[in-house]
């Protein structure tokens, strides 16, 4: 002590108590938002797994789709066909 009171001691090192106080808890809340962060970026990771698999799935839908879409076409054609050979044959 320097000769004065120790109410004056301490009210000199009030400045460095309060920013030692405000630096303990703003590394507190980082440390937190550092967890939150890290589910926050598993959670996005997980989600866009789960929308890479129904992505997949819906391509592969949309081929399928195509196919059956292909095989109507191609059924069609050949009912049109048969529709002409009927036709043909009623008129003979």
Request: net charge negative.
């Amino acid at each position: 002590m320097n000769g004065t009171s120790p109410l004056a001691d301490l009210i000199s090192y009030l400045p460095y108590l309060v920013v030692a106080f405000f630096a303990y808890q703003i590394g507190k809340s980082n440390g937190q938002s550092e967890g939150h962060q890290s589910a926050r970026n598993q959670a996005d990771q997980n989600l866009q797994a789960e929308y890479n698999k129904i992505q997949e799935k819906l391509s592969e839908a949309q081929t399928t789709i195509k196919g059956y879409k292909q095989t109507v076409v191609e059924q069609q054609s050949q009912i049109a066909q048969l529709h002409a050979y009927i036709d043909k044959l009623e008129n003979s």
